[in-house]
């Protein structure tokens, strides 16, 4: 069974940090572009960030400098950093491994990941 699973999300105040992690089987880590995306209340999913194989790294714009994505191939683990948090940060933040295909059985399948999201409010 294909899984995308994230921890770490929490309550912080304005201004503080939270580490969120995903983890992932590692024919889908070393297959798939991965990245992040976030849904506050009442809006669209909207994209965070994102990381390729090769390690380059892009951000929405409202993010950056201040949220950090990274990669640790050695545990198949997909993590982003978020730090001096705004309140408008709050929403379920989301693990994605949605670029690429991945093969398995003798099968192959475009990648279109998800995890199950996890809650970050900043008051």
């Known amino acids: 069974h294909v899984q995308l699973v994230e921890s770490g999300g929490g309550s912080v105040q304005a201004g503080g940090s939270l580490k969120l992690s995903c983890a992932a089987s590692?024919?889908?880590?070393?297959?798939?572009?991965m990245g992040w995306y976030r849904q506050a209340p009442g809006k669209e999913r909207e994209f965070v960030s994102r990381?390729?194989?090769?390690?380059?790294?892009n951000y929405a714009d409202s993010v950056k400098g201040r949220l950090t994505i990274s990669q640790d191939k050695s545990k198949n683990t997909l993590s982003l950093q978020m730090n001096s948090l705004k309140t408008e940060d709050t929403a379920v933040y989301y693990c994605?491994?949605?670029?690429?295909?991945?093969?398995?059985?003798?099968?192959?399948?475009?990648?279109?990941?998800w995890g199950q999201g996890t809650q970050v409010t900043v008051s």
């Open positions: 994605a491994a949605d670029q690429g295909a991945y093969c398995r059985g003798g099968l192959c399948y475009r990648c279109n990941l």
């Open positions: 590692g024919y889908i880590f070393s297959s798939c572009g």
């Open positions: 990381i390729r194989s090769d390690g380059t790294t």
